[in-house]
């Protein structure tokens, strides 16, 4: 009986937490799975930031969404799959539809370029997802934002002449998720992130523009990530 009521308390929680509106509005807009900033889930939400601030602290305290922080700004996303198939089931019962982001950023930044001194864009996310799917990329279970290599990931890295024991005692962060601000979706950033554009320029996968950050991918370069890591055309 008691595990029943705590069940019936959870599940009313959770169920107050998406239903105020705007705490409801800022968990659709993270649907599409890209992140956003508090000021921009305030925005969404149509209320104050310092509310929105309120708002965000309850959806992470009942584990709805996910917070990275990056710099000065904090991006917030869904907390998991079954969190978005709890929403998604929810519109399906409510009969409404929702809309889909869509980034503003100039074509040929948003498909590839330098963030600092790693790869971002819409490639460095497929990437970055290819290899979560791979196995080569493993979660911290208690840093979200941390990556470590699988025995796979090792072994296919170092084929393309990364050195990976160096790699990893460089003084820096080995591996790391880093929000794309095109995308809203992470890239693989720190130490193993810069190591994979050495690697894309210098064997020419990738060719950088004179007068900004944009990457252009060549024809061998999308050739070699296909082959390489399974990319989609």
């Known amino acids: 009986m008691n595990a029943d009521v705590h ?64 710099g000065k700004h904090r991006y917030y996303s869904l907390h998991g799959a079954h969190v978005a198939a709890a929403l998604e089931a929810l519109v399906v019962v409510a009969g409404a539809s929702r809309h889909r982001f869509v980034p503003s950023t100039p074509s040929r930044l948003r498909n590839a370029r330098t963030c600092y001194d790693h790869m971002a864009g819409a490639v460095a996310v497929a990437l ?37 024991a160096a790699t990893r005692n460089l003084r820096r962060r080995f591996a790391c998720a880093c929000v794309d601000w095109s995308e809203r979706r992470p890239h693989i950033g720190g130490a193993i992130g810069a190591a994979l554009l050495y690697v894309a320029r210098k064997r020419r996968w990738v060719i950088p523009d004179l007068d900004s950050r944009a990457l252009r991918v ?16």
Do not use: C, N
Not at 32 to 46: F, K, M, P, Q, W
């Open 7 to 70: 069940i019936d308390t959870s599940v009313s929680r959770i169920a107050a937490a998406i239903g105020e509106p705007a705490r409801a509005r800022m968990l659709y807009s993270l649907l599409d799975g890209r992140a956003r900033t508090s000021t921009e889930l305030a925005i969404v939400a149509e209320v104050s930031p310092s509310t929105a601030s309120v708002h965000l602290a309850q959806l992470k305290e009942l584990q709805l969404v996910d917070v990275l922080a990056q």
């Open 128 to 164: 970055h997802d290819r290899f979560i799917e791979l196995g080569w990329l493993s979660t911290d279970a208690i840093d979200i934002t941390a990556y470590d290599l699988g025995s796979d990931g090792v072994i296919a890295l170092g084929k393309l002449g990364i050195d990976i």
């Open 218 to 233: 060549t024809p061998v370069g999308k050739r070699e990530m296909q082959q390489r890591f399974g990319l989609p055309d």
